[in-house]
């Protein structure tokens, strides 16, 4: 059951609920409780842009409470701040995904694609110098 549910896109923990038959104990399922978690959101991502072969066509690195300072920034600032690098750059299968923007911290999240480790974090720095990161 595990495998499948990997196979629908599903990490992490999961659990299922059983009642045994009274006549001969035979068991039944009758709830299971998946949990979308970790870096679900990234996998259907990267099936929904390449497919099922995607391992092979790109890299991903996600990260989802990256601060960009100190004050809350509108939607608007933040998709200009970064228009250059935003998905797709260059009219190619890459760059930034803002997958949520946290509407009480000054905090975003993000799913980078690229086809290298090394060129995905060359976008993460381009990312903390748009928003003046130090570290």
């Known amino acids: 059951m595990g495998k499948r549910f990997w196979e629908l896109g599903y990490r992490g923990f999961f659990d299922i609920d059983f009642v045994l038959s009274k006549e001969n104990g035979t068991p039944y399922i009758i709830e299971t409780n998946m949990r979308r978690t970790g870096g679900t959101h990234v996998f259907d991502v990267a099936r929904l842009i390449f497919g099922q072969k995607w391992k092979r066509k790109a890299f991903f690195l ?5 601060c ?5 920034l509108s939607e608007k ?9 935003l ?4 009219k190619d299968k890459k760059g930034v ?3 949520v923007i946290n509407k009480w911290q000054p905090a975003l999240g ?3 694609i690229e086809e290298s ?4 974090l060359g976008i993460y720095s381009k990312m903390k110098n748009l928003f003046n990161i130090k570290n």
């Not at 996600?62 to 990256?66: A, I, L, Q």
């Not at 960009?68 to 809350?72: A, H, I, T, V």
């Open 110 to 112: 993000f799913i980078i």
């Open 87 to 90: 998905f797709p750059m260059s």
């Open 68 to 72: 960009y300072g100190k004050n809350l």
């Open 77 to 85: 600032v933040i998709l200009e701040k970064i228009k250059n690098i």
């Open 117 to 120: 480790s090394q060129k995905a």
């Open 62 to 66: 996600s990260h989802d409470s990256f």
């Open 97 to 99: 995904i803002i997958s």
